[in-house]
């Protein structure tokens, strides 16, 4: 992590005033002052979640926020539902969508899911070029002797991720993509039975999963590069969490 715990909590205390805040404003309009009135938009709305995804949710030196923008609809959804039910736990996240309904955590997955801003990739200035090779394969080809696939096998071979519900894996931090899959190792954070990314993650030592993540945030992206709609052939594990997703997109749950 880039940023200590209490520094992290502080910033969630901010962002969860300033959501409130904006929430208030949006609903009310000021008799007493002729300033411009403040649309009422999900751009508007969101302005709290973008204090910490970064504005355009562009990459910032604070490493530990996942970049959401472009990622699917049904992935983000289900996200934001793992949060809500306790599968995933981080404070500031909580207190955040716990008020909402389930048809305004849509519309949130909605707005992000089509947004394509460009990926300035930060390489680290630790990672070592057997540190970056050994990524690069782990991402391409996996590993048949530890039973890794390839992530490519699942996120597409453009690491772009698939609709409506397999997410894309750049634009992320390397902080980030570490911290996560140690929380998928440790129960932390769990995702819909059968967990696929829990079993990978076991089978991952911390040199793999720090040299894909390594290599992965080191990968740029463009201007409106997008998920794909399909793989060419089935994953190569069975993933609770995309059929999940995938089903609530599907029969309509989610608009896309």
Request: proline share 8%; with cysteine; net charge positive.
């Amino acid at each position: 992590m880039t940023q200590s715990i209490s520094t992290i909590s502080i910033k969630a205390l901010f962002c969860f005033v300033l959501f409130n805040l904006s929430a208030a404003a949006i609903a009310q309009t000021s008799a007493s002052t002729p300033a411009k009135a403040i649309p009422d938009s999900m751009e508007e709305r969101v302005k709290a979640c973008v204090m910490c995804h970064a504005p355009q949710d562009k990459a910032t030196a604070d490493a530990y926020y996942p970049r959401i923008a472009g990622k699917p609809v049904g992935y983000l959804y289900n996200q934001l539902i793992n949060f809500k039910e306790g599968r995933r736990t981080y404070t500031a996240m909580t207190n955040l969508i716990d008020p909402l309904s389930d048809a305004y955590l849509q519309k949130i997955a909605v707005y992000f899911s089509q947004l394509h801003p460009a990926y300035v990739p930060q390489p680290s200035p630790s990672a070592t070029p057997e540190m970056f090779a050994r990524g690069q394969i782990l991402v391409t080809k996996g590993d048949p002797a530890k039973n890794i696939p390839a992530c490519v096998a699942c996120h597409s071979s453009t690491l772009l991720g698939v609709t409506p519900a397999v997410p894309g894996l750049l634009g992320l931090p390397r902080d980030y993509i570490n911290a996560q899959f140690g929380a998928m190792r440790n129960g932390a954070r769990r995702n819909n039975a059968p967990d696929c990314m829990a079993q990978i993650a076991q089978r991952m030592s911390s040199d793999d999963i720090n040299s894909a993540a390594t290599w992965l945030s080191a990968q740029k992206m463009n201007e409106g590069d997008k998920p794909t709609n399909s793989l060419p052939a089935p994953m190569p594990l069975k993933c609770g969490s995309v059929e999940h997703a995938s089903s609530a997109a599907n029969s309509g749950e989610v608009a896309k």
